[in-house]
């Protein structure tokens, strides 16, 4: 792959990380969780209607997570546009190793918990915001 296509991909795996940070921030509030309840729901499979937002740990834990999820994206792509062309191999890396520690935290968080139906889903995710950045550009 060349490093024009990996610069494209950093901001796909960007999108990918970040547009979880909304979806959870919707969570914080009564009345607009379902769609961060919907996404626990399919992440918990089988969908069940068991997940819930009516605790309100639940609903602070989620305004954190989609904190770190959208900033996390934001850093992504901002690698992308102002740190790449200075040091594309470097932050290549970076993003894989991060990458890499969150699916093996979160997947291994999730068998812990009860929830390994996440883990599956983990490496969907991991695949596609990985794409071909698994390997260094050729130029």
Do not use: C
Request: overall charge neutral.
């Amino acid at each position: 792959m060349s490093q024009k296509f990996h610069k494209f991909w950093l901001r796909i795996t960007a999108v990918v990380v970040g547009s979880f940070g909304p979806v959870f921030f919707l969570g914080t509030m009564p009345r607009t969780s379902e769609p961060a309840r919907l996404t626990l729901d399919i992440l918990s499979w089988p969908v069940d209607g068991a997940t819930t937002y009516a605790s309100p740990d639940t609903r602070f834990l989620s305004a954190v997570t989609g904190g770190f999820l959208l900033g996390w994206g934001v850093m992504i792509w901002q690698l992308a546009s102002s740190v790449y062309d200075a040091a594309p191999e470097a932050v290549r890396r970076t993003v894989l190793t991060s990458l890499l520690a969150w699916f093996l935290l979160d997947s291994a968080g999730s068998i812990a918990s009860g929830n390994p139906s996440n883990a599956a889903f983990n490496v969907l995710v991991l695949l596609i915001a990985v794409g071909p950045l698994w390997r260094p550009a050729t130029d």
